[in-house]
C-alpha cells in the first residue's frame, strides 16, 4: 500500500535505537524526510546512514523544555515543512508504588508525559496552519493497563493517554490526528532491561515501526483520539 506521504517531514525522538529507531526507518521507507532525535550523535549517524532520505540530526536530552521548540525549528529550516510528529522516550526504571521518591515521579511525568506534551505543543501551530498532520506518540501497554513492579510507568502513561484523548478532539477540526501507541515487549533493549526477552513471543521492532508509519499515513484521517495496543495480546482488558 502507497501510504502517500512521500516527501512529507517527520520529526521522531529517541529515534537511536529501538522503537524510535524502528519508526524512523518505516518512515523512511516511505520517502518521508527526517529529523532525529536522540542524547547519541553517533548512533543517530549510523541511522541516517541506513536510510535513503535526507536526515537532519539533532542530539539532545528530549527532556529539555528547549529541545521541542529547537526540533520544530530545524525542520522548517531544513525542508520548509513538518508534517508528522512521532514523540518517544525511554521507560522509567522499575520499582512498586512504595518504593518511589517524590523526584522519581516528577521525572518520570517529565520524561514520559511532559516531553511529548511539549512536542506536540511545539509543532501545533504548523500543523493547523496547514491543515494537515500526524502526531503519533509511543507510550506503553501501562496507559491501558497498570504492569506489575512498573509504578512510574504505570503512573506517567496513563497520564499521557489522558492528555493525548483531549487534545485529539481539539486538532480534529484542523485536519490533524493524534494517537497513542502502545507497545508491547518487542526485541529491544528495554525488553532485555524488564526481562521479557524470556517470554515465548516477543514482537519485531521493524513490524512496529510500519504500524505507526501508517498511523502517520494519508489514509488515517478520520482516525484519532485511539490508543492502539502492539503487544501480542497480553493485555486482557476490553
Known amino acids: ?100 521518591t517524590d523526584q522519581q515521579i516528577l521525572d518520570a511525568i517529565t520524561a514520559n508525559t511532559l516531553s511529548a506534551v511539549r512536542l506536540v505543543r511545539a ?21 491501558r493497563q497498570p504492569m506489575e513492579n512498573l509504578a512510574l510507568s504505570n503512573t506517567a502513561r496513563p497520564a499521557l493517554w489522558g492528555w493525548a484523548k483531549t487534545a485529539a478532539n481539539e486538532l480534529i477540526a484542523s485536519g490533524v490526528t493524534l494517537n497513542l501507541v502502545c507497545p508491547g515487549a518487542h526485541a529491544t533493549d528495554r525488553a532485555v532491561e524488564l526481562g521479557a526477552q524470556d517470554r515465548a513471543y516477543i514482537g519485531d521492532p521493524a513490524d512496529f515501526g510500519r504500524i505507526v508509519a501508517f498511523l502517520c499515513s494519508h489514509h488515517t484521517s478520520f482516525m484519532t483520539g485511539t490508543a492502539s495496543v502492539i503487544d501480542g495480546g497480553r493485555i486482557q482488558g476490553l
Open 123 to 143: 509543532a501545533r501551530p504548523i500543523l493547523v496552519r496547514q491543515q494537515w498532520g500526524r502526531v503519533c506518540l509511543i507510550a506503553s501497554g501501562s496507559a
Open 1 to 100: 500500500m502507497d501510504l502517500g506521504i512521500a516527501d512529507r517531514v517527520a520529526v521522531v525522538t529517541a529515534a537511536s535505537r529501538g522503537l524510535g529507531r524502528a519508526t524512523a526507518v518505516a518512515l523512511a521507507a516511505e520517502a518521508v524526510r527526517l529529523v532525529v532525535n536522540a542524547r547519541s550523535a553517533e548512533q543517530l549517524e549510523r541511522l541516517r546512514d541506513d536510510v535513503d532520505v535526507e536526515v537532519e540530526i539533532v542530539a539532545g536530552d528530549v527532556n529539555d523544555d528547549r529541545l521541542p521548540g529547537l526540533l520544530v525549528d530545524r525542520a522548517l529550516d531544513r525542508f520548509g515543512r513538518l508534517d508528522i510528529v512521532v514523540a518517544n522516550n525511554a521507560g522509567p526504571k522499575r520499582g512498586g508504588a512504595f518504593d518511589l
